[in-house]
């Protein structure tokens, strides 16, 4: 079946736009997340949904950074005035079930964002 | 909080060789610990995890191995060929059992 869809692929940014990176995870998966790895590092967690409910936010770096999943499948990312430290690939996973289970967690390919 | 360490950042091997790359993680509540193989440009694929159940797991040329008590895990990959080559990133669930916390990773060249 199908994996997990990232859309952009790449986004290229002026300093100060607003983006949206949207993320359709595996059909049915309970749990999704977003990372954000910066060139030669690993993912870094920003958030975590358990169907439409956002349980984790600590990673977010800042309140410019806001995501959602309102229907419990598609979620996006939102980063307001972005800015160049901002520039990374923004990672979506999604795992079938919910919190506290130890299960695979499927990537989709990733938005490569540039801030110029 | 959540820390997990991976060594060396590089390594080189001539094909046929084994490879070998160690993480330490420092929550010892934690109980699953995946590696996952990323190929340039490409997205993160697991390629074997670990429960704390078990010490030792193995997958044809791939193994990896868990110590709880030093709280250490390692990949071991036998008789390499050019297509390992990839960065390797090991990882431990957060505290909260939200996320994966990932190592920095381990770029990994096999030469023929």
């Known amino acids: 079946g199908a994996g997990v869809s990232q859309s952009p692929r790449y986004k290229v940014a002026k300093r100060g736009q607003d983006v949206a990176l949207r993320c359709d995870p595996i059909?049915?998966?309970?749990?999704l997340f977003w990372y954000q790895q910066a060139l030669g590092q690993g993912p870094e967690f920003l958030t975590y949904?358990?169907?439409?409910?956002?349980?984790?936010k600590s990673g977010l770096p800042s309140d410019r950074f806001f995501a959602e999943r309102p229907e419990g499948s598609v979620s996006t990312l939102k980063i307001q005035r972005t800015q160049q430290e901002d520039s990374a690939v923004y990672l979506c996973?999604?795992?079938?079930?919910?919190?506290?289970?130890?299960?695979?967690?499927?990537f989709g390919p990733g938005t490569r964002l540039t801030v110029l | 909080g959540e820390n997990v360490e991976q060594h060396p950042s590089t390594l080189s091997v001539q094909e046929g060789d084994s490879a070998v790359i160690k993480c330490t993680y420092s929550d010892s509540a934690s109980n699953y610990f995946p590696w996952y193989k990323q190929e340039l440009g490409k997205r993160p694929q697991l390629i074997i995890d670990i429960r704390s159940n078990v010490g030792e797991k193995k997958d044809q040329r791939i193994a990896v191995t868990l110590n709880k008590t030093a709280k250490h895990f390692s990949l071991h990959i036998t008789e390499t060929q050019p297509e390992d080559s990839a960065v390797y990133f090991c990882a431990a669930p957060n505290q909260a059992g939200t996320a994966l916390i990932f190592g920095k990773g381990t770029t990994l060249s096999v030469s023929s």
């Open positions: 996973a999604s795992r079938a079930l919910g919190g506290g289970s130890y299960n695979e967690q499927f």
């Open positions: 059909s049915g998966h309970v749990s």
């Open positions: 949904f358990q169907n439409e409910a956002q349980l984790d």
